[in-house]
């Protein structure tokens, strides 16, 4: 059995929920290199976060799939393995073709290591853009000329679907478009330079089965990837699956300031947040009103209430709206809620947050007032079934007790799913919410 038959090909795996790509930061190797058994090799970043992904084999480096910059799908070619010189056929054998096997069965760096099956995903169609090899040897290069059949002369070297995709729709012939990546692969970087050439974009004409807008001179090609493409996705879903409806009401929150105040005084070691109050009121809301803490599971035709309130945070950072999850929030003391808000939300924006965090809330609290605007109808985090959007807190006037003054108001929103409750319980909430933030005595009596 030669070496060739015996090398292992690493697939990329799922790295997240709803995660079908990854961007390749840096990779930890190179050719040539021996590497170990759940050794991290690269650094890849997800729509969700930046994580390391260990190599399920052991060996030498004979290929790394793709370069820094490049987005590759999942279930595709990440790292080809050697064994060294005289070992034998590992268990596991994998190959180019064994697209079933997308995943090793071991875990990202941070959750442990195993050797169960692959996680099972779905499989994304498969473009006729450009021709597939039947059998990928060295990147770019089809099996049959590694065997000495060359490879067709005018066959463009595309290995990833996104770049087909991408020329697809921009009408970019890549068999005119000149490969940068390792062997002439054409890369993302590659189209995206055609795009701005003046032949390029005179020749680009729309696809009618995408629906691609003719592309004018001047204009800025961004292409829809990485997080804004699960935004994108993720909120176009939501509007299309979810009957949401949204009601608000302007709330004096002097109490409140007054309250995170006295809190912050008697214990500064450990201050609090307005944002953990507002968690610690929503907390309170949901136990009175468990509708809203649920999800619409279509296919069985129920509704699910969730048993814990994995609390989602909206967090604006570079990369675009991330949503980091609090699991059963509902166990933490007000203390641990700021705590845990600020270590969460310091991780989101500096991109640390592993995947597992950025998935399976069941609420949404946003705090929108940081952009300085009063109000929202935000759209509804699928599959969760309501949101709490909270705006800037300014000084308006204000009656109290008959007499006008100066208060800080806010305004509440609250957008949720119509299918899981009618305006009463809706209503409720949001005024149980409402209630909290001018009286903040009532949260302490309810809890």
């Not at 099996?143 to 067709?152: I, R």
């Not at 020749?203 to 001047?218: F, K, L």
């Not at 109050?277 to 069985?300: H, K």
């Not at 799913?417 to 909290?436: E, N, P, T, Y």
């Amino acid at each position: 059995m030669t070496t060739v038959e015996r090398t292992q090909v690493f697939l990329l795996p799922d790295l997240g929920e709803g995660l079908s790509e990854a961007e390749i930061v840096e990779w930890r190797v190179a050719v040539g290199d021996v590497v170990t058994v759940d050794q991290s090799v690269v650094e890849v970043e997800t729509a969700k976060a930046v994580v390391d992904v260990p190599c399920p084999y052991a060996g030498r480096v004979v290929t790394l799939h793709g370069a820094a910059g490049e987005v590759r799908p999942v279930g595709q070619p990440l790292i080809t393995i050697a064994p060294l010189d005289g070992g034998d056929e590992p268990a596991g054998h994998a190959t180019y073709r064994e697209e079933e096997r997308a995943g090793s069965g071991n875990v990202l760096i941070g959750y442990g290591t195993g050797h169960g099956t692959a996680t099972r995903r779905r499989r994304r169609p498969r473009l006729a853009v450009a021709p597939e090899p039947a059998d990928v040897g060295p990147i770019g290069v089809a099996a049959g000329a590694a065997s000495g059949d060359p490879a067709p002369p005018t066959a463009a070297l595309v290995i990833s679907p996104i770049v087909r995709r991408l020329a697809r729709e921009h009408g970019v012939d890549l068999d005119t478009v000149r490969g940068t990546g390792p062997g002439g692969v054409i890369r993302r970087a590659d189209v995206e330079a055609a795009l701005t050439a003046p032949a390029a974009r005179l020749a680009a004409v729309p696809d009618p089965q995408v629906g691609s807008a003719p592309v004018g001179e001047g204009d800025v090609i961004v292409p829809l990837t990485g997080v804004r493409k699960v935004i994108a996705d993720k909120l176009s879903r939501s509007r299309r699956e979810i009957p949401e409806v949204t009601i608000w009401v302007d709330v004096d929150a002097t109490g409140l300031l007054e309250t995170r105040a006295a809190i912050n005084a008697a214990t500064p070691d450990a201050p609090v947040s307005i944002l953990a109050l507002l968690a610690r009121i929503c907390l309170s809301g949901l136990r009175r009103f468990p509708q809203l803490n649920s999800r619409v599971d279509t296919e069985a035709q129920r509704i699910v209430q969730s048993a814990g309130v994995h609390l989602g945070i909206a967090a604006q950072t570079d990369r675009g709206l991330l949503v980091p999850v609090l699991r059963d929030a509902q166990r933490l003391t007000t203390a641990e809620l700021a705590a845990e808000l600020a270590a969460t939300t310091a991780a989101a924006r500096a991109g640390s947050l592993p995947p597992a965090r950025l998935t399976g809330g069941t609420f949404t609290l946003n705090n929108y007032g940081v952009f300085g605007v009063d109000g929202s109808t935000p759209i509804i985090n699928h599959p969760e079934a309501a949101l709490l959007g909270v705006g800037r807190i300014v000084d308006k006037p204000w009656v109290v007790d008959g007499q006008l003054a100066v208060r800080k108001v806010t305004q509440l929103s609250l957008t949720f799913d119509h299918r899981v409750c009618d305006g009463g319980v809706a209503g409720g909430f949001l005024r149980h919410v409402a209630d909290c933030v001018e009286r903040p005595a009532l949260l302490i009596a309810a809890v």
